[in-house]
């Protein structure tokens, strides 16, 4: 044992340890990882690990070769109810359906599902047609549905299962990730600290045995919670400091930390690419630099700066912006959360007429939280640069936490300054066709970012539904354009043309409008239909024409009252390239431009490819050098048709579809032009 004590003392031991994990994990990254399914597999038989219900919506991860991301959506209300009632943890079901690959972002530098996937060793999905229940999992198994149908059953179960058990699919995550609070609300060392805290009051007369029932509560706590990364390192941190104290190892507990931090990414490298592993190792390592004070106020301060600093870097490579009043907020909301709403979560739970309690510290903390939503003025664009730049910005930092020297603050801010106004330094201009599925937009971008315009926002045109079919959690394709023009370092638009009314063309433009400043909104010559009506109402002000002042444009005018010929048609000069836009211009909008300058460098196809663009006798007197048809995959118009993709290889006209090349953009510089598109990029 004192041989083991020495060697776990030695740093020699402790550098070797690390070099052997960094080795391990650069192998593990560098060796690809492919699924035993193939595509044409049509059924499986596994056990559930985890499942989301979420309206007419079921997500599921089942192990059976490998995991497997499996997605149903129930046909009736009543299967619905028979799947809540029945569905259980570690049940073994057989799946049918199809088997697909997960899908790659569709913007550079957003969310990349594929990539979320891979990264849990998950390299399948499979949309399932039908689902069979075999058998029940153990009563461990059991005990966690029980646990989970039980909470789920309460009034205000959305903040049961956060607070409890770190579950926000059920919550509304916008406004507490915009003040830099979501942390509250995922299992972390703050709820172990809490927890140890009221278990210590129970098992106080077991002097230190009471570490092994702390234990082996920590560990079913984290069987519970789905053993996430950031409950793991709080869990085998307080398992590490156990045994440093029984077996008197004397070990600090920054080696200890480090030692768990190591372990873990031998245990799993892929860690190091979730979240909450990110945010919870890196912010809870800068707290080893503080000397704790004796007033509660004053220590609160110091974590919250520190952790708001040491957040930075993982917010912006991973959301392009910063809320720098987080630390204010969190002066306000962490002392609210562990002190009233926290503890009135576990009242209510053991005893139901504390409800009222908890109902109004919920209705406090939401009214709180959506005043503090609505001041922005520190929130912080970050633009993309590579992750690894961001070393230097953790370097400063841990030379201003050790030597408290504030000139590395001042390089903090100068790093941080010199990030942000990147863009606003380069030369090129940019055109980006956005892969927005069966939709159209498209992003022009002029040197050093003085002028944007955005032409049509996409949108997914939704269906009525009944109650129980509506999605509480909901992807906000607005939201994803608004983190690709924030990863640009683009805050504000100078013009958004919204050609005509179609949803596939505006139906993001409400919630793009919400999020960005817009100078100018440009709509048709057309009578306006529901959707541009509602954005006419809303932004009033804004409906006027637009002049540039870098691109130069034509607008081709039409007096027809159909949606569709009533499209603005525009050609865009950028440098000595010209982009000519169809919207969704059908042949005889096409035919009536063809004793006009139309000739141009690239092409957006009218109408995703439709068989009713796309004339030849157009093609021909355009003759573009690219032709781009913005179309979704596999959808359900059959998009782009057959005539059309004839039409252009009989002309010898290159095009390339969104659905099979994601995000197409051109670099335009010292009057020469280079496409890239993502697929290639990714």
């Known amino acids: 044992m004192q041989n083991l004590k020495t060697i776990l003392r030695s740093n020699l031991f402790f550098i070797c340890f690390l070099f052997i994990v960094i080795c391990f994990c650069f192998i593990y990254y560098q060796t690809p990882k492919k699924s035993k399914y193939s595509l044409d597999v049509t059924e499986i038989t596994g056990n559930v690990e985890s499942f989301k219900m979420d309206g007419n919506f079921l997500s599921m991860e089942v192990k059976a070769l490998e995991k497997v991301q499996v997605f149903y959506y129930f046909k009736t209300l009543e299967e619905k109810e028979y799947f809540m009632d029945h569905l259980m943890y570690g049940m073994k079901i057989n799946v049918e359906g199809t088997m697909n690959e997960p899908s790659k972002a569709s913007l550079p530098h957003t969310f990349d599902y594929h990539d979320y996937l891979y990264y849990q060793n998950i390299y399948r999905t499979m949309t399932a047609s039908k689902i069979t229940f075999l058998e029940k999992g153990n009563l461990v198994e059991q005990i966690k549905t029980y646990f989970y149908r039980y909470i789920s059953s309460r009034v205000h179960s959305e903040y049961l299962l956060a607070l409890i058990l770190g579950n926000s699919d059920n919550m509304e995550v916008e406004a507490i990730r915009d003040n830099g609070i979501s942390h509250l609300f995922a299992v972390s060392g703050m709820h172990i600290s809490l927890f140890i805290a009221f278990l210590n009051k129970i098992f106080a007369r077991f002097g230190k045995k009471k570490d092994i029932f702390f234990n082996i509560f920590l560990f079913f706590y984290a069987f519970l919670v789905g053993f996430t990364p950031s409950v793991l390192r709080c869990v085998w941190l307080f398992f590490g400091m156990s045994l440093n104290r029984f077996f008197e190892l004397k070990l600090s507990r920054l080696k200890v930390f480090l030692f768990v931090f190591l372990g873990m990414l031998l245990w799993n490298p892929f860690y190091l690419m979730d979240l909450g592993f990110q945010y919870s190792f890196f912010i809870c390592f800068t707290f080893f630099f503080l000397k704790p004070s004796k007033s509660y106020w004053k220590n609160l301060l110091k974590t919250s700066t520190v952790a708001t600093l040491a957040s930075i870097p993982i917010s912006a490579i991973h959301f392009y912006e910063i809320n720098l009043l987080s630390?204010?907020?969190?002066?306000?909301?962490?002392?609210?959360?562990?002190?009233?709403?926290?503890?009135?979560?576990?009242?209510?739970?053991?005893?139901?007429?504390?409800?009222?309690?908890?109902?109004?510290?919920?209705?406090?903390?939401?009214?709180?939280?959506?005043?503090?939503?609505?001041?922005?003025?520190?929130?912080?664009?970050?633009?993309?640069?590579?992750?690894?730049?961001?070393?230097?910005?953790?370097?400063?930092?841990?030379?201003?936490?050790?030597?408290?020297?504030?000139?590395?603050?001042?390089?903090?801010?100068?790093?941080?300054?010199?990030?942000?106004?990147?863009?606003?330094?380069?030369?090129?201009?940019?055109?980006?066709?956005?892969?927005?599925?069966?939709?159209?937009?498209?992003?022009?971008?002029?040197?050093?970012?003085?002028?944007?315009?955005?032409?049509?926002?996409?949108?997914?045109?939704?269906?009525?539904?009944?109650?129980?079919?509506?999605?509480?959690?909901?992807?906000?394709?607005?939201?994803?354009?608004?983190?690709?023009?924030?990863?640009?370092?683009?805050?504000?638009?100078?013009?958004?043309?919204?050609?005509?009314?179609?949803?596939?063309?505006?139906?993001?433009?409400?919630?793009?409008?919400?999020?960005?400043?817009?100078?100018?909104?440009?709509?048709?010559?057309?009578?306006?239909?529901?959707?541009?009506?509602?954005?006419?109402?809303?932004?009033?002000?804004?409906?006027?024409?637009?002049?540039?002042?870098?691109?130069?444009?034509?607008?081709?005018?039409?007096?027809?009252?159909?949606?569709?010929?009533?499209?603005?048609?525009?050609?865009?000069?950028?440098?000595?390239?010209?982009?000519?836009?169809?919207?969704?211009?059908?042949?005889?909008?096409?035919?009536?431009?063809?004793?006009?300058?139309?000739?141009?460098?690239?092409?957006?196809?009218?109408?995703?490819?439709?068989?009713?663009?796309?004339?030849?006798?157009?093609?021909?007197?355009?003759?573009?050098?690219?032709?781009?048809?913005?179309?979704?995959?596999?959808?359900?118009?059959?998009?782009?048709?057959?005539?059309?993709?004839?039409?252009?290889?009989?002309?010898?006209?290159p095009y390339y579809e969104t659905s099979k090349y994601k995000t197409i953009w051109f670099k335009i510089s010292k009057n020469k032009m280079k496409m890239y598109t993502l697929k290639e990029n990714s």
């Open 327 to 653: 630390v204010i907020w969190n002066l306000l909301f962490v002392p609210f959360v562990t002190f009233l709403l926290y503890p009135a979560c576990f009242l209510y739970l053991l005893l139901p007429f504390f409800l009222p309690i908890l109902s109004l510290c919920i209705s406090l903390f939401e009214r709180i939280n959506t005043f503090c939503q609505k001041i922005t003025f520190g929130t912080i664009c970050l633009p993309y640069i590579p992750p690894l730049y961001w070393i230097i910005y953790i370097v400063f930092l841990l030379l201003f936490l050790k030597s408290k020297n504030k000139t590395w603050l001042l390089y903090l801010c100068i790093f941080v300054v010199v990030v942000k106004t990147l863009p606003k330094l380069d030369t090129a201009s940019y055109v980006y066709f956005l892969d927005v599925n069966q939709g159209d937009s498209t992003l022009f971008v002029s040197p050093l970012k003085k002028e944007i315009i955005l032409v049509d926002t996409g949108g997914t045109l939704s269906f009525t539904k009944e109650d129980w079919e509506i999605r509480k959690r909901k992807v906000k394709q607005g939201k994803t354009i608004k983190t690709f023009l924030y990863s640009l370092g683009i805050t504000d638009i100078d013009c958004l043309v919204l050609t005509h009314g179609d949803y596939d063309h505006i139906g993001n433009a409400k919630d793009i409008l919400a999020e960005i400043p817009c100078h100018t909104i440009l709509l048709n010559s057309n009578a306006e239909t529901g959707l541009e009506k509602e954005i006419h109402d809303l932004y009033p002000t804004k409906v006027h024409e637009y002049d540039p002042s870098f691109f130069k444009w034509h607008i081709y005018t039409s007096t027809s009252k159909e949606e569709n010929m009533a499209s603005i048609v525009l050609k865009i000069q950028v440098s000595h390239f010209s982009f000519l836009m169809m919207a969704d211009a059908p042949k005889e909008r096409e035919r009536s431009m063809l004793e006009q300058s139309i000739s141009s460098d690239v092409l957006k196809i009218g109408h995703h490819g439709s068989s009713t663009s796309s004339d030849p006798l157009f093609l021909k007197k355009v003759n573009p050098s690219y032709a781009i048809i913005s179309v979704g995959l596999k959808n359900r118009y059959n998009h782009p048709s057959k005539e059309t993709i004839e039409n252009l290889q009989n002309l010898n006209i």
